[in-house]
């Protein structure tokens, strides 16, 4: 066993997300109280997933709830960050990471490469939701930033002809094209600098070295597909006006 479930496992962690939170205090970064939330919250959500995932993977119905249960909560975390006040638009946030997500997934299925059972389904289906909302999130809130930020240009372009969406897209396109560098960076990287969670893994769980490397390599080009198209998707929902945020 990697790590051993006791009072000094769950004191040394206590002290962690504490210095994590100092440390951003100390800094005036203004997100002390988000992080020890977000530890917090992190800890309880996997504790229950935990206890429940043992039965909810051999159940269809719970299966799909379970699944969609994700995807919702993606879906919002999405919404919420790119469009913070509340209002009509963050719905669309569903559009980029069903479009990024489903298709992967079903030719994933269709192919037999994830096997169609629970306990394969999900942890993998948990990996392309979180590659998209995070593009999702980076795509909407960079591209939202430098059309507030260059509103200027964007009535330039109006004035020499261009449509509106024309126009935006000119402004925003390098700004979007961000949130495809943290996938990029760690698809690089991979083996030099990190051994990502789906390699160690599956060395813990006893898979030979290559076998894991392929199982990674698999993650991590699905994820490219899915950062791409959610972020190509994202940039064209701001580009038309349906992620937009409030005016001042």
Do not use: K
């Not at 879906?75 to 980029?96: C, E, H, I, K, N």
């Not at 990029?184 to 969670?197: A, E």
């Not at 940039?235 to 038309?240: A, D, N, Q, S």
């Amino acid at each position: 066993m990697l790590l051993h479930m006791n009072a000094t496992f769950a004191a040394l962690l206590a002290t962690l997300l504490a210095l994590a939170a100092g440390v951003v205090a100390v800094a005036r970064l203004g997100r002390a109280r988000d992080t020890l939330l977000a530890g917090a919250r992190a800890a309880v959500q996997l504790v229950a997933v935990s206890l429940a995932i043992g039965w909810v993977v051999r159940v269809l119905p719970l299966l799909l709830c379970f699944l969609l249960l994700m995807y919702a909560v993606a879906v919002r975390t999405a919404g919420r960050r790119v469009v913070p006040a509340p209002g009509r638009a963050w719905p669309w946030a569903a559009v980029p990471i069903a479009a990024a997500v489903l298709p992967v997934l079903v030719a994933l299925l269709l192919t037999g490469v994830v096997p169609a059972r629970g306990i394969a389904l999900v942890p993998v289906t948990g990996i392309l939701i979180g590659g998209a909302l995070t593009a999702t999130v980076l795509a909407g809130r960079r591209s939202l930033d430098e059309l507030a930020t260059r509103r200027g240009e964007v009535e330039a372009g109006l004035a020499l002809g261009l449509t509106d969406r024309e126009a935006r897209m000119e402004v925003a396109r390098g700004a979007a094209s961000d949130a495809l560098l943290p996938g990029m960076d760690q698809t690089r990287t991979v083996g030099l600098v990190t051994l990502p969670g789906a390699f160690v893994g599956m060395l813990l769980g006893g898979a030979s070295p290559l076998h894991a490397g392929a199982v990674q390599l698999f993650v991590l080009v699905a994820l490219l597909l899915v950062q791409a198209v959610a972020t190509a998707v994202t940039l064209e929902l701001v580009t038309r006006g349906r992620l937009v945020r409030a005016e001042p």
